[in-house]
């Protein structure tokens, strides 16, 4: 097993409620835009932000772990990155990532009733997106973890 697919495996037994997985679309696209708002306004040189380097050090490591679900990733991300900076106000981004985490923590405690998985391995952070991803494209097939 690859170990994308243990990842998503292992977040998936963390999120099989639909209402959960309701507030988590809702949410992680929130906080990952809020992110992404927020390093807009940090500028690196010339055209480049703080975002882009997050971009790009995320796609690395999502193109490591697989190469489709690597590029549905960079575009996504690119996606989101390109609405963050035609927003360009890093305030709408502090509030759409508060906004995100409260989806978060409303899925969790209404639909699911555990604790996020990120509270056992804080690379859950970078799978949730990814997850998300690979569920709407179905890249990648969601098995049970073994054991």
Known sequence: MKRIDALL???????????????????????????FS??????ISGFWRASEVLVGAASLWYLALDTQLGLAMTGAEALVDVAARAVGDWRVGAAAF??????????????EKNS??????LVHLLVGPAFLVNKVLKIRPVATPSG
């Open 38 to 43: 927020m390093l807009a306004a940090i500028p």
């Open 9 to 35: 495996a292992e977040y998936g037994q963390a999120h099989r409620a639909p209402g959960n997985l309701a507030c988590h679309s809702i949410g992680i696209t929130l906080i990952v835009f809020g992110v």
């Open 98 to 111: 508060v906004g995100g985490w409260i989806f978060q923590g409303i899925g969790h405690a209404v639909y």
């Open 116 to 121: 996020p998985a990120f509270t056992r391995n």
